[in-house]
């Protein structure tokens, strides 16, 4: 399922309202309650540069039953995604911190995408103003959450994002 590009601030930040002055909608605008179901797992690509960062999102969605494949880095994280899809054992998400050295969240998500259109790209970001609506995002990333992400709306929108429905 192709979610629209945008960013789910609000989402992952429960307890802040939506900005709705510029005229953006509350993220999802026509979502349904999605049931976190333990038996449903996920093959997750998390890329991200710092380490503990990386690790810690891998060991809470694989609380969730998800598996969790890791790389330190965009070349590292790609030639990973690049390498299960060879072996026919794809990624059903890639999540990608934005900023990272020698290869950026943006070039990660363009080469995911040429390798497989379907392939749901999450942008993470410490950056507080990076929407679709402010145009600083390519075509090429579906979804961007904020740091940190809470856990429990991540693995949500996992599921919908994978969800082919």
Do not use: W
Not at 27 to 49: G, N
Not at 87 to 95: A, L, T
Not at 111 to 117: M, P, V, W, Y
């Amino acid at each position: 399922m192709k979610m629209s590009s945008q960013s789910v601030d609000s989402a992952f930040q429960p307890d802040r309202q939506p900005d709705l002055r510029n005229g953006s909608q509350p993220y999802p605008p026509t979502a349904k309650p999605v049931p976190v179901s333990s038996k449903r797992s996920l093959r997750v690509l998390c890329i991200d540069d710092d380490e503990p960062i990386v690790q810690s999102i891998k060991d809470l969605l694989e609380h969730f039953g998800h598996r969790v494949g890791t790389a330190t880095g965009g070349k590292c994280g790609i030639e990973m995604f690049c390498r299960a899809m060879q072996k026919g054992e794809p990624y059903d998400v890639v999540i990608t911190d934005m900023n990272m050295p020698e290869v950026s969240g943006y070039a990660v998500a363009q080469t995911i995408k040429t390798e497989s259109a379907h392939t749901p790209v999450i942008l993470m970001t410490g950056a507080c103003n990076t929407t679709r609506d402010s145009g600083a995002l390519p075509a090429s990333v579906d979804v961007v959450v904020h740091k940190p992400p809470h856990l429990q709306e991540l693995n949500a929108l996992l599921l919908r994002m994978a969800d082919p429905a």
